[in-house]
């Protein structure tokens, strides 16, 4: 395949208000590509892997940008940078959870560039499909990497369904763990959506990694307060350091009383086409202390019912170790 | 209007992909004029008063067959909701529920052929020469045995049909997971374009067919069919309006019962 230096053509819109974009999403409705960061975008369009006819570019519309104290919670513009995100103070001080997954988002340039509804609306990373193949994901009839020469060791334990590809997302793992809900908007009107129920499977859509339809903007994000100030627990196992896509993490918000754990969510990322919940863990340390010993009885769980494919069973132990150390606390 | 999907890959080959769905809403549209258009001649044609229900009653239908029919249309629908519906916008976790409701569907075809093949009259539905007089209609025209020639079209158009989404259906089983087999992997990229491009057709031709089926079982006059396929019995009067008692000569069905069982355990024959 061949990659080139320009971008093809492509018309370009360019709107300043939510309402105009909704309008332009809504009138080019399945032809028209949504601009953030561009940061898998442009890879995407120049390597002539997608087509689109026109491109709606949002980061003129101020309105999608910033971060706000709302009743109930904080409100984060889909457009704010990931830079903006790990600077800020309200998200530092309440949900350092979201701060820590968006500060090892890919490199320092990316984060700056890069935005919230970026990163959460990103495509999966599985290099056949971004490759251009006709794959399941692609609007085709297979999938290359559960085949049995596939190289498939970045993806699915969970929920593959056809296809095997994973959300790339840090900051979806972290907004899962947080039980954040996303404002959507479109020509006709706003609806928000739990985050649960955003990032969709391929049992249900198999081209789509979003419940977002051809005509709808993701406008923002909300942080409820249930979670705000919480014990919270990041970390992203990756081949590198920095600029890399994660092999397994994990997001873990745990709200604590008189030293026990009162309830819990558990998200890792990198093991499923969605935020992959740990019901079974969550449910097994409420009334326990954080410690070393929850941590080996909770680990056990993690991975129940994991399908790993021809090069990813590493994948497994690697979430029982991560869980493990989520529940070890703060050294 | 596109027949058949492609897409060109990386290397700039086309790929075949099935069928394209537009031909969907064509399927649609040219089933609702046929029908219109049937139920227009039909309304300005005068109707003759309809034999009547009551007096002795026949056996049309062995209760094992009906339960085969049932069991059949039931999988039939889900089949194609859970095709359809994820290609015209809803979507939902479809998979699981098409291949169960694909399992159960080639398992009554499997009984039917069987119960057919050796405990049934197959010529009953057999088109024979003799049977094509019906198309030219008017009142010379003998009165058909058990199955009129449209039924015996539908009945054939349809095997075929379901037998080709069943074969192909399976060849794309074996594709995915299930919790007895991992995806096998053992048909290429083109014949995969090839057998989701029957799968298709078949598909679509079956939805046409369905829609004149429900048709001509909700017509007034045709309505006797459908009464006879839930409880197994027509009226003495009704077969002497609609068959030849001499092509097709039912067993009564015993008095003060209201629904045809079968008389043994597989030789259900109601000739």
């Known amino acids: 395949m061949s990659a080139y230096d320009v971008m093809p053509d492509i018309e370009l819109y360019q709107p300043a208000t939510v309402e105009d974009a909704t309008e332009l999403a809504a009138r080019l409705k399945g032809k028209a590509w949504l601009l953030a960061g561009g940061q898998d975008t442009y890879g995407w369009l120049k390597d002539r892997a997608k087509t689109t006819e026109a491109m709606i570019d949002l980061k003129g519309i101020d309105a999608l940008k910033g971060i706000r104290e709302i009743p109930g919670g904080v409100e984060i513009g889909a457009l704010t940078t990931l830079t903006e995100i790990t600077r800020h103070p309200l998200i530092g001080e309440r949900y ?20 919230l509804g970026g990163n959460l609306c990103q495509d999966t990373r599985c290099w056949y499909y971004r490759r251009g193949l006709s794959c399941y994901r692609a609007g085709g009839n297979i999938c290359y990497a559960d085949s049995p020469a596939g190289m498939n060791r970045e993806h699915a334990l969970f929920g593959a369904s056809r296809c095997v590809a994973v959300s790339p997302s840090d900051t979806a793992t972290a907004l899962s763990a947080l039980e954040a809900t996303m404002i959507v908007t479109s020509r006709r009107g706003s609806r928000e959506v739990p985050v649960d ?8 859509d198999i081209v789509n990694m ?6 709808e903007v993701l406008a923002s994000v909300r942080l409820p307060d249930h979670w705000a100030n919480a014990d919270f627990h990041f970390e992203k196992v990756a081949d590198r350091n920095v600029w890399d896509f994660a092999l397994v993490s994990i997001a873990a918000a745990l709200r604590m009383r008189d030293g026990r754990i009162e309830s819990a969510r558990f998200v890792c990322g990198g093991v499923a086409c969605v935020p992959y919940r740990l019901p079974a863990v969550e449910q097994a340390v409420v009334g326990k202390p954080r410690s070393e010993s929850t941590g080996e009885q909770a680990a056990r769980l993690a991975s129940r019912g994991a399908e790993p494919l021809n090069h990813n069973q590493f994948k497994a132990p690697l979430m029982e170790n991560l869980v493990r150390r989520a529940l070890r606390g703060k050294a | 209007m596109e027949i058949v999907r492609y897409r060109e890959d990386v290397w700039g080959r086309e790929v075949l992909l099935g069928v394209s769905w537009d031909l969907l809403w064509l399927v649609i549209a040219a089933s609702f004029i046929l029908i219109m258009v049937h139920a227009a001649v039909m309304l300005a044609r005068k109707s003759g008063p309809r034999p009547s229900p009551d007096g002795e009653r026949l056996s049309r239908h062995a209760a094992l067959d009906r339960w085969f029919h049932w069991i059949t249309a039931a999988s039939f629908f889900v089949l194609l909701a859970t095709g359809v519906l994820p290609i015209v916008g809803v979507k939902f976790p479809w998979l699981t529920i098409h291949w169960v409701a694909g399992i159960v569907l080639t398992a009554a075809i499997v009984f039917h052929i069987v119960r057919s093949l050796f405990w049934k009259d197959l010529a009953s539905v057999w088109i024979k020469p003799s049977d094509l007089a019906e198309l030219t209609g008017g009142s010379a025209v003998p009165l058909p045995g058990k199955y009129s020639l449209a039924q015996k079209g539908m009945h054939m158009a349809m095997a075929v049909l379901v037998l080709i989404a069943v074969g192909t259906g399976i ?14 992997n053992f048909l290429s990229e083109a014949a995969l374009g090839w057998m989701f491009l029957l799968h298709g057709l078949s598909t679509l031709a079956l939805i046409g067919f369905a829609a004149l089926h429900l048709y001509f079982t909700a017509r007034p006059e045709k309505q006797f069919y459908l009464r006879s396929m839930v409880t197994g019995w027509v009226s003495r009067s009704e077969l002497a309006a609609h068959h030849d008692p001499a092509r097709w000569t039912p ?20 000739r």
Do not use: C, Y
């Not at chain 1, 979003?210 to 005509?215: N, S, Y």
């Open chain 2, 251 to 270: 067993d009564a069905v015993a008095s003060g019962d209201t629904t045809v069982e079968a008389p043994s355990a597989l030789g259900a024959d109601a």
């Open chain 1, 210 to 215: 979003t419940a977002l339809a051809d005509d």
């Open chain 1, 197 to 204: 129920d955003f990032f969709v499977g391929p049992d249900v």
């Open chain 2, 171 to 184: 060849a794309l089983l074996a594709q995915i997971d299930t919790p007895w087999w991992a995806r096998s």
């Open chain 1, 96 to 115: 350092s959870l979201l701060r820590e997954a968006a500060a090892v988002v890919a490199s320092p340039q990316i984060r700056n560039m890069g935005t």
